[in-house]
């Protein structure tokens, strides 16, 4: 029979080895250009920090992006894709094409970003952000989970996952970037009602993403 503190022990143990086994989770996110033309893509790692990766974890990947040292970019050709296999845990970034990520509103036009904090915990969250803007339209995918679909600027009042134009929370506008070619608080209409449908997805960490940029419709 065992004594109460070889009991600890053994949760301690299966604790251990659990929250290693989350942290040690292997993941793809693959991005992908279906437009009609070559893009430049840019990834941003939110928080200023790269977290348990290092620049040249990305050779792909040209730092820094306009001056900042926690974004790259590089062009993906019509019709090709760049995989990245994540081996070291946490990937918490922000993914858009021909305009810097948090760029204020795509400096007057807008930009659409997709959105990942992969890994946290043996947990990943994702979603379209339209808070800047639209500029492309973007999927994303997971091996396993509900899919993203962002096809246009507006009409996403009920598309789950996205958070719409110009709005900062899902129920809308609330303090938005401004400046030329900010949405701005003008769409309050496309906010989602009482959150629902939800836009952000939560869900246990899964094998691969794609992220599919595409021509607006």
């Not at 070559?38 to 620049?55: D, E, H, K, V």
């Not at 305009?99 to 994702?126: F, H, K, P, R």
Request: proline share 8%; hydrophobic share 35%; aromatic share 10%.
């Amino acid at each position: 029979m065992t004594t109460t503190m070889q009991k600890c022990l053994l949760v301690a143990a299966l604790v251990t080895f659990a929250v290693a086994d989350l942290g040690a989770l292997n993941q793809t996110v693959t991005i992908t250009n279906n437009t009609t033309a070559s893009r430049t893509i840019y990834i941003g790692f939110n928080g200023a920090s790269l977290g348990p990766y290092s620049q040249s974890d990305f050779p792909f990947c040209t730092f820094p992006a306009q001056g900042n040292a926690y974004a790259c970019s590089f062009t993906l050709a019509s019709g090709k894709s760049q995989p990245i296999t994540l081996t070291k845990g946490n990937f918490n970034v922000a993914i858009s094409a021909d305009i810097l990520v948090w760029s204020l509103c795509g400096g007057g036009t807008g930009l659409t970003m997709a959105e990942l904090n992969l890994n946290t915990q043996g947990n990943d969250w994702y979603d379209v952000s339209l808070v800047n803007g639209f500029n492309y339209g973007v999927s994303i995918t997971p091996s396993s989970g509900i899919a993203i679909t962002v096809t246009s600027a507006t009409g996403n009042a009920k598309n789950p996952g996205v958070y719409p134009l110009g709005c900062d929370i899902c129920t809308g506008p609330s303090n938005p970037p401004t400046g030329p070619g900010c949405p701005g608080k003008s769409y309050p209409q496309e906010g989602h009602v009482n959150t629902q449908p939800p836009c952000q997805f939560n869900q246990p960490s899964v094998a691969s993403y794609t992220v599919t940029f595409t021509n607006p419709t």
